[in-house]
């Protein structure tokens, strides 16, 4: 039922944001879906152990939140074609794809796969320390002041940089650095074994939550 729930989401959306893109559409549902179920208690998976984002995703849609998420993730279709030839896609699977000629072998830099503008936060294997880049755009309150806060992932440590956001005017863009130093010893990660977090920003009235998910496998 995830589907017909999301895609509904994704009209209601449309209808009151039409210029927004695919991008800027999923980025409000993600920020913004809840982390409780109905009762208010913490969603559980099949075992009824608390559910991690590889079984809940960012958390259950919230369409009037959606609504008025405060900040977007926005990305286009550049930013995708960059992601693509980061995985490791050359040209001709690219052109496939996007219709560019030549597009990965045109590029002076190729950034990380972590560095898409996306709602989340994801590195496969944290080996020491990795720094990603974000960028939100303020769709809220022209002038406000939007405040850190983090859930660390087990045996890591995340530092956002600048840890508090202004602006003045809508449609305004901010970038931060997320920081993610391992602290946990080779020994004590087992083979694909995950750990999750979050980062929320705030301001007062919206709360913008990114998940964090990183990989200890070595």
Not at 21 to 38: E, F, G, H, R, V
Not at 43 to 68: E, H, M, R
Not at 153 to 171: E, H, Y
Not at 182 to 190: C, E, M, P, Y
């Amino acid at each position: 039922m995830a589907t017909p729930h999301v895609a509904g989401t994704v009209a209601l959306l449309k209808a009151i944001h039409p210029k927004w893109s695919p991008a800027a559409l999923k980025s409000a549902i993600m920020t913004t879906a809840k982390t409780q179920d109905n009762e208010n208690h913490r969603i559980t998976n099949l075992f009824d152990k608390p559910a991690a984002p590889f079984s809940t995703g960012s958390g259950l849609v919230n369409p009037v939140a959606a609504a008025n998420p405060g900040l977007i993730y926005d990305a286009g279709p550049v930013d995708y074609s960059l992601f693509l030839c980061s995985l490791g896609y050359g040209d001709t699977e690219v052109e496939i794809v996007t219709g560019e000629i030549n597009f990965c072998s045109r590029q002076k830099r190729i950034p990380s796969p972590s560095d898409l503008n996306y709602p989340s936060v994801s590195v496969g294997n944290l080996i020491k320390t990795k720094t990603i880049t974000r960028t939100v755009t303020n769709v809220g309150k022209a002038v406000s002041v939007y405040k850190v806060t983090v859930e660390a992932p087990k045996g890591v440590k995340v530092t956002i940089t600048p840890s508090t956001l202004s602006f003045n005017k809508m449609q305004q863009t901010k970038s931060f650095k997320i920081q993610l130093q391992r602290t946990l010893s080779v020994d004590g990660a087992s083979p694909e074994s995950y750990v999750f977090g979050s980062f929320t920003w705030s301001d007062g009235v919206h709360k913008v939550r990114s998940p964090i998910v990183v990989g200890h496998s070595q």
